[in-house]
């Protein structure tokens, strides 16, 4: 069995062995995502041990979070057969945004956390989601959704590949660069929903025209009080400024959007 394969049947059955930043997951009793935006997450693996969540854009292109696929490691995307083991596909080439800064992101500060990778194969489906961006200006209460793979509580080791959602508000005040995001039942003062280990790179989204449109990616998380960990605020790139970028580079790479 390959370093890769022992990794992802771990990550199935231990996955909170497995945590470790700047990766990010669903918390706060998340429910199981449906609809069109859960059907286009898909699982990244690498070869340093960390994982993250990542969308469909094309058969075989990913949209995901920079900071899940930086240089120094092999990266692979995990599918399910239809017994639900877990199979590797591998990756053509991933490319990150000449912008992106892993300082920023590490700080909680805004930066181009996008990149693309291409699968040698594509995946047997088509996205089901389309990219956009976020109405602008983003604003204070507004309502966004985010969603990706992970554990459900911080260390309790709960994962196995399960797509969850949570619908959010932003906390943003008129900007393009980041936007906030905190559980309004909760308001970042107690552990509520929101992302945590492995839905870094997972989508963001809102409803535009009676249909949920893919706005951004995950990046980061606080615990409540802007503590570290989950729970608190979930922080997301959105595609205001690198949607063309995105495009563009999928596009040379002929991919079919």
């Known amino acids: 069995m390959t370093r890769f394969a022992v990794f992802v049947m771990t990550l199935m059955l231990t996955p909170a062995l497995l945590v470790a930043p700047p990766a990010l997951a669903m918390v706060g009793d998340a429910p199981a995502g449906d609809g069109a935006i859960a059907r286009s997450v898909v699982t990244i693996v690498g070869s340093r041990g960390n994982f993250c969540s990542g969308a469909l854009i094309a058969p075989d292109i990913v949209l995901t979070a920079a900071h899940c696929v ?58 089901t989601a389309p990219l956009g961006a976020p109405i602008e200006p983003i604003v204070a209460g507004r309502t966004y959704g985010v969603a990706g793979i992970g554990v459900t509580r911080r260390g309790d080791g709960k994962s196995g590949g399960v797509v969850r959602a949570a619908t959010l508000v932003s906390t943003s005040q008129p900007g393009r660069l980041q936007i906030r995001l905190v ?18 790179g997972g989508p963001a989204y809102e409803d535009q025209n009676g249909r949920a449109v893919m706005i951004g990616v995950v990046s980061w998380s606080t615990a409540p009080n802007n503590a570290v960990g989950c729970g608190g605020l979930t922080g997301v790139t959105p595609l205001s400024l690198y949607r063309d970028w995105i495009v563009t580079t999928a596009r040379g790479w002929c991919a079919r959007m």
């Open 183 to 200: 559980d309004p039942a909760t308001n970042n003062t107690r552990d509520g929903l929101g992302a945590c280990t492995g839905d870094s």
């Open 70 to 127: 930086q240089p120094g490691a092999d990266y692979k995307i995990v599918r399910y057969d239809a017994q639900r083991q877990p199979l590797l596909m591998s990756i053509r080439r991933v490319i990150i945004h000449p912008q992106f800064t892993m300082a920023a992101i590490a700080q909680n500060r805004a930066s181009a956390d996008v990149a693309l990778l291409q699968l040698a194969e594509p995946l047997d489906r088509e996205p």
